[in-house]
């Protein structure tokens, strides 16, 4: 269920190209103006596509108007999220996080057509978003998505909170770790630097540490919890994987999951549980809790023997 948050991050090259992407409506005989969307905030939407060819024209709508803080440029929300594609006649579902829980979007999509549409939007808000193949996949398609290069998509977002790139922990600081574990330093709204220890064996056990407590809501089994996090492998000592801005990737990507064991490492999700929001911890993730049954990530350097550091930045969370 992580296919949604990846699919409005494809850049689409052509869309730099277009002049006056952006849309509000579209006459009453354009098919893509008929699309109907009801249903309540933040539960999964009825959606009304006609039985015709979409039209050419991007259509978007606010059919629920939130009164929170606008979405601004640079920004991520969490949302509730549906998509559908529309081919010819029919349409169907593609994903929906409404029965699986809410995912982070970044203000400023791949998709030119969702850009558009999110500008100005604020939180509470549902917006709906009918793209034509230039507005969103462009001639290539998705092949993830199943989506063609000649399908429409229509997208249904219920915007529930709002997330800046740097944001980080709020509580009060109460470690910085060290001793037989790793020492972690940051200034705030700045990825924190990890040094692990020399020499020194890495726990056999899942090791949890505050750093910072918070004085939020504490996650509970199913939550879905909005983070920012740091990735160090105990043995090179080198980040493997982060959510922060930086040279690589100026924009960063906070990363949202359910708090289940289900959509990241079994460790991480079971030390976040119990953890007040706001809090900054310290998590140590044996072999056996983190990729050592999958026989390591190749790809982030990562052997099935090692143990994994995060630091992690509890930013906020959604009760399951």
């Given amino acids: 269920m992580r296919r949604i948050a990846a699919a409005v991050l494809v ?6 190209a277009l002049a006056g992407c952006g849309s509000s409506g579209g006459p009453a005989a354009d098919p893509n103006a008929a699309v109907k969307v009801t249903g309540a905030f933040d539960k999964a939407p009825k959606v009304s596509i006609p039985a015709e060819k979409a039209g050419s024209k991007l259509v978007y709508s606010t059919p629920i108007k939130g009164t929170g803080a606008v979405l601004a440029s640079g920004d991520s929300a969490l949302a509730n999220v549906a998509l559908y594609k529309w081919s010819g006649t029919k349409h169907s579902l593609v994903d929906s996080t409404y029965s699986s829980g809410p995912q982070i979007i970044p203000a400023q999509m791949g998709l030119v057509g969702l850009t ?14 009918v793209l034509p193949p230039k507005y969103g996949y462009g001639s290539s398609g998705q092949s993830s998505l199943q989506i063609t290069g000649t399908d429409t998509v229509v997208w249904v977002i219920d915007l529930l909170q709002q997330y800046t790139a740097t944001q980080s ?4 600081q109460v470690s910085t770790g060290g001793g037989k574990l790793p020492s972690v330093t940051a200034k705030t709204g700045t990825a924190p630097a990890v040094s692990v220890p020399k020499n020194t064996t890495p726990p056999k056990k899942l090791s949890v540490t505050t750093l910072i407590k918070g004085t939020g809501s504490t996650l509970a089994k199913g939550d879905t919890v909005v983070t920012q996090y740091v990735g160090v492998n105990w043995r090179t000592g080198k980040v493997f994987g982060s959510s922060w801005p930086s040279s690589q990737d100026s924009a ?31 998590v140590v993730i044996p072999p056996a809790l983190g990729y050592g049954p999958e026989g390591g990530q190749s790809s982030a350097g990562i052997k099935k023997n090692d143990t994994l550091v995060f630091v992690v930045d509890v930013l906020g969370s959604q009760p399951a």
Wanted: include cysteine.
């Fill in 11 to 16: 850049p689409l090259a052509a869309c730099a």
């Fill in 169 to 172: 922990a709020s509580g009060t």
């Fill in 116 to 129: 558009d549409a999110l500008k100005g939007a604020r939180m509470g808000s549902r917006i709906v978003a």
């Fill in 252 to 282: 960063g990507q906070l990363l949202s999951f359910q708090v289940d064991g289900t959509q990241v490492l079994p460790g991480l999700s079971d030390a976040l549980a119990g953890i007040p929001v706001g809090s900054r911890v310290m």
